[in-house]
């Protein structure tokens, strides 16, 4: 575990972070996020429909998780309460979920 230090890990006005383990786009994390719930939700043999319902949040809402997204452009953030009602229905750990935060990103 990273000792806050001020200056890193700082939110820049386009969204994206900067410092230790931050320097690769917002965009292609929550890419990444989704592409992992997609392959989770597959696994567990589940539709988007039966995964949205049973973590009690809308299917628009999972549609755009799965996506990255929250609006076109802009990247997913879901709230730690929707992270972990989603691991609990696919039957994974948040960590299978969120990608590893210390492999370098495409920008």
Known sequence: MHRFEPGRGEMTQAGGMTGLAFDYPW???MAEFGANLRRARLAAGLTQEDVAVSARI??????KLEKGESNPG???NP????LLA?????GVSIEDLVPHLD?????
């Open 58 to 63: 809308s299917l628009f809402t999972y549609q």
């Open 79 to 82: 709230r730690l309460q929707t």
């Open 86 to 90: 989603l691991s609990a229905v696919l």
């Open 103 to 107: 492999r370098p990103r495409d920008s």
């Open 74 to 76: 802009t990247p997913a």
């Open 27 to 29: 965009m292609t994390y």
